[in-house]
């Protein structure tokens, strides 16, 4: 069984520019978050989709959007990319009533 | 609002040494509380987790109590590996907020042959 898939798994921009990192969730989970991990720090809650809506969101600018389609999986969009926004993005599936998610590998995005 | 305090890293044990890494929170209402351990260049797993006071979590030789009178979830193993080399994150999640996982700053755990 597929756990959680993400891509790319590393991605070099530009500051200024436009990027959007893509999450499958493992099969049977309807609920997709996604985090932002800078390096040495614990991950922060961006936002989480259920129902192709956004259900909750963390303290990230507009900048910060993301859609979910009907099969469940997830993209995130970050526009006018700064320095700040190198990080390693994790997207985590869970299925609704359940405690705990299961994580992808993360996406390691670096902004020149 | 919620929070997760670690004890700072690294941790340096030698192998078979005992472990232990603290962790405590803040939260409204009942939390449930995680383990979730990272590999270098990894992503998070899901090391342990223990839904209500008292319970206990456990799993590959690591164990935690959920401990509501200290607000504590402290991780423990009896004897540690060089494969358990990594990160360990504590994390609660708030049921009435949708499960959002709220973290500590992690704490890095390096064990010598």
């Known amino acids: 069984d597929a756990g959680v898939t993400q891509s790319p798994t590393h991605l070099i921009k530009t500051r200024g520019q436009q990027v959007t990192l893509r999450c499958s969730p493992k099969?049977?989970?309807?609920?997709v978050s996604w985090y932002q991990q800078a390096l040495g720090q614990g991950p922060q809650f961006i936002f989480q989709?259920?129902?192709?809506?956004?259900?909750q969101r963390g303290n990230f600018p507009d900048r910060f959007s993301g859609h979910q389609f009907p099969n469940y999986s997830s993209e995130l969009n970050v526009n006018a990319l700064l320095l700040g926004d190198s990080a390693l993005y994790l997207c985590?599936?869970?299925?609704?009533?359940?405690?705990?998610?299961?994580f992808g590998s993360g996406t390691r995005l670096t902004v020149v | 609002g919620n929070s997760v305090t670690q004890m700072e890293g690294p941790v340096t044990l030698s192998e078979e040494a005992f472990l232990t890494i603290n962790c405590t929170y803040t939260?409204?209402?009942?939390?449930?509380l995680f383990w979730y351990v990272q590999y270098p260049g990894e992503g998070l797993q899901l090391l342990l987790k223990?839904?209500?006071?008292?319970d206990k979590g456990s799993n590959k030789g690591f164990e935690a109590t959920y401990r509501k009178e200290t607000t504590s979830f402290h991780l423990e193993k009896g004897s540690v590996q060089v494969s358990d080399s990594a990160v360990y994150f504590c994390?609660?999640?708030?049921?009435?907020?949708?499960?959002?996982?709220?973290f500590g700053t992690g704490t890095r755990l390096l064990v010598s042959p």
């Open positions: 985590a599936s869970s299925s609704t009533g359940e405690d705990g998610y299961t």
């Open positions: 989709y259920y129902e192709e809506e956004e259900r």
């Open positions: 099969s049977g989970h309807d609920t």
């Open positions: 994390a609660l999640s708030d049921r009435t907020g949708f499960q959002k996982l709220v």
């Open positions: 223990a839904t209500k006071a008292d």
């Open positions: 939260a409204t209402g009942y939390p449930s």
